[in-house]
């Protein structure tokens, strides 16, 4: 085991489908992220599914180049948090929002509306509200859900700021626009959370499209890791699947082609 694994916690591991194979066998294994209240829940899958795939591996890490480091190494690994981080937005946010919102529907609310690197890295609420208003045209404030977020999209961004070789394997996605691919370019026709708990219905909904994507059964269907939701788990398993489009070059970004930042960090959600 790797050092930087002990920095996961509520670790499990489940042979799902095929059998176990020695952790050190050469094997290439994707990535799907999504944060969680105690970090961030992590889906490894085998690039190629089904057969004599090992099983999937489920984590949760504290912080995310523990995902990264991890013994599996994954060849590519797709997290729901914006990567690329503009001087300045336009209407919508950055350019990755404007593209995936009219394929949602309903779900279009789903996209918070990413504001500068400068309202990002600002200190406190008011101070990224002040410099959001200066680097967004229309001039636009920060949402209190999206400045929850601040902490989790500067850890990525310092990251792979940090170790420009990352950019070649961690992808932003967002689940909602990788439940609409697996769908078939159909948007959800219900919500995962309703007041902030977690909606029956549409969780439902959201296993019946995995189950169709071929993950088995018991996997969609296991709680999840302590200190994750199961709509954390859900959008794992799908970010997942999308991290694995990516692998075999079945995915596409929006916008197509993806822009740069100032950093020279890509701007585009996959799916």
Known sequence: ???TEAAFIGARTEQWAGRAQDEEAPMSWVAGVDGCPAGWIAVFLPTEGG?????AVVS???AFAAVIDAARAPAVVAVDMPIGLPARTGHGGRGPENAVRPLLGGRQSSVFSVPSRAAVYAGDYGAACAAALATSIPPRKVSKQCFH???RI???DGLLRARRELVERVYEVHPEVAFWRLNGGRALDLPKKVKGSPHGPGLAERRAILA???LPAPLIEAPPPRGAGPDDYLDALANALIARRIRTGAARPFPDPPGCDEEGLPLAIWA
């Open 149 to 151: 977020l601040f902490p």
């Open 212 to 214: 169709a994507a071929g």
């Open 60 to 62: 949760v890490a504290t």
């Open 154 to 156: 500067r850890e990525i």
């Open 51 to 55: 057969g004599e795939a090992p099983p």
């Open 1 to 3: 085991m790797r050092k």
